[in-house]
């Protein structure tokens, strides 16, 4: 997919990867609409983005996507700014192992909510124009982590989800890619080390620091990368330290106009 001119409606994008990959997209044409629970960083990640690209191509709306009126009324206002949406990245994340109920409700259900929001306007069997959603899981969901297994459970929760619905025998009527990101650790805001687990937290940052972190940046080359693939529905792509960027499952819904699902480049 050429994202020139393409309407982009991304979570958790005031920091971190959601704002490596708003800056990303921004570089490459694209016009974005992004929301954060961080309200004072994302007006000034706006104001910063609207300085150096313009203020008609990136917006900001606060928005806690945990609550579902909050974040419907965010992706109506996306769809109302930039005329379409096309695609669709679910990237807010927390991790808080005291707080699992949290976790859930912003790691696996504002997924699941924010995917069907944009099904429902892109499919073109109900007028859409097609597009691609791509829900941000993590390396965790594929190799269980001890120190956080509800944040693990959330992003096996996105994984299934995903590809699930890619298999869906109406997908080539819907026009409508669903990939999964799954990278390793790398470094954010996200991650407070006294809310990780029972070991202590020196324990727990050695373990992170000894594993290594991938560059922001390789991650968001994974996102387009996902993003330019046009056959790749029901991706599942790892980006890691040991070896980068590259498909752990892509699989094929009606390739030949039957809903027989082909799995290819898996290892």
């Not at 590809?163 to 996200?190: E, I, Y």
Request: include cysteine; proline fraction near 2%.
């Amino acid at each position: 997919m050429d994202t020139r001119d393409k309407g982009v409606f991304l979570t958790g994008g005031a920091q971190g990867l959601g704002r490596g990959i708003v800056v990303k997209l921004l570089s490459l044409g694209a016009k974005v609409f992004f929301v954060d629970v961080d309200v004072e960083r994302g007006k000034a990640t706006q104001v910063e983005l609207q300085t150096q690209y313009g203020a008609d191509v990136v917006f900001f709306q606060p928005a806690d996507v945990s609550d579902g009126e909050q974040h419907k009324a965010a992706f109506d206002a996306a769809v109302s700014t930039l005329g379409a949406v096309e695609i669709c990245v679910n990237n807010a994340g927390i991790m808080a192992e005291d707080k699992w109920e949290k976790v859930l409700a912003v790691n696996a259900g504002s997924h699941i909510r924010g995917s069907l929001l944009a099904l429902e306007h892109m499919r073109r069997d109900r007028g859409g124009r097609g597009g691609v959603i791509i829900n941000v899981a993590s390396l965790a969901a594929l190799y269980p982590k001890s120190i956080c297994p509800s944040y693990t459970a959330s992003k096996h929760a996105v994984i299934g989800f995903t590809t699930s619905w890619a298999m869906n025998p109406d997908h080539k009527d819907h026009g409508v890619r669903w990939c999964c990101l799954c990278p390793a650790t790398f470094q954010s805001g996200m991650v407070d080390l006294k809310r990780l687990g029972d070991l202590d937290t020196d324990t727990i940052a050695e373990i992170l620091q000894k594993q290594g972190f991938v560059e922001i940046s390789q991650v968001v080359e994974g996102v387009m990368k996902l993003m330019r693939d046009p056959d790749n529905n029901g991706a599942i792509l790892e980006v890691s330290l040991e070896k980068g960027a590259r498909y752990r499952r892509r699989q094929v819904v009606d390739r030949d106009g039957v809903s027989d699902l082909v799995v290819v480049d898996t290892y």
